[in-house]
């Protein structure tokens, strides 16, 4: 499979708890994109990596959510004191660069907080 | 103004029939315009995407009709099948860092086929 491919598929923890999502994109594809979707609602958009540089964040984005993408490859999305409101889908998508806006949706961890 | 409305929330369409949703946007800046499809438990995957330099792009069953004067695009799915029965989202970029852009998706539609 050549897909967009994310770790776990789903994850339930504890409110207050830390969490760590992990990404993998099609390879080749230098960008890099998180987005969140709740129940009945479309994704948001989250952060954006090009290459290993994180070159746009949502306000959604808290202080307690951090993504990083160290090599440029992989990216990790995580969350520290989870909250109930934290509960939701977590989408990676990625593309490649040039004109081409397509972006490829990964099957998504769903976080359910307790 | 980043907001992309989209209707009707659901929709019911008899196997072999047309399956038509629309959207709508506000916001000129935006450049491209996909749609997804998406079933339960899955990641949304991409159908089919238009520029606002064209008026109509069709894939198989799948058309876009692109109103840019309306600000208005819509999904028509052609000959609809049971198994087409999903969540189908539009979705709108617009221009951020790193020229690429960032999805502004709608609220979706649940599309059910009967046989």
């Known amino acids: 499979d050549t897909g967009v491919s994310q770790d776990p598929r789903h994850k339930i923890t504890k409110r207050g708890q830390n969490v760590t999502f992990r990404c993998d994109p099609i390879?080749?594809?230098?960008?890099l994109y998180w987005y969140r979707q709740t129940l009945g609602q479309g994704p948001e958009f989250l952060t954006y990596?090009?290459?290993?540089?994180?070159?746009?964040k949502s306000r959604l984005l808290s202080d307690r959510f951090s993504a990083e993408r160290p090599k440029g490859s992989f990216s990790t999305l995580e969350i520290q004191r989870t909250e109930q409101g934290d509960s939701a889908m977590y989408l990676c998508?990625?593309?490649?660069?040039?004109?081409?806006?397509?972006?490829?949706f990964g099957p998504g961890t769903r976080l359910t907080v307790t | 103004q980043q907001q992309v409305k989209q209707s009707p929330q659901s929709l019911i369409v008899q196997k072999g029939g047309i399956s038509i949703i629309n959207c709508a946007y506000e916001?000129?800046?935006?450049?491209?315009f996909p749609w997804y499809q998406q079933f339960p438990g899955k990641g949304p995957a991409l159908l089919i995407a238009?520029?606002?330099?064209?008026s109509e792009k069709k894939e198989g069953r799948f058309t876009i009709s692109f109103n840019k004067s309306a600000k208005q695009f819509s999904l028509h799915i052609m000959d609809s099948q049971p198994g087409d029965s999903a969540t189908y989202f539009c979705?709108?970029?617009?221009?951020?860092?790193?020229?690429?852009?960032?999805?502004?998706f709608g609220q979706g539609t649940t599309l059910q086929v009967k046989p």
């Open positions: 998508a990625s593309s490649l660069a040039g004109l081409s806006h397509e972006q490829y």
């Open positions: 390879s080749e594809h230098n960008r």
């Open positions: 990596f090009q290459n290993e540089a994180q070159l746009e």
């Open positions: 916001n000129t800046a935006f450049d491209y």
């Open positions: 238009i520029r606002p330099d064209v």
């Open positions: 979705a709108a970029s617009v221009p951020i860092s790193g020229n690429t852009g960032k999805l502004i």
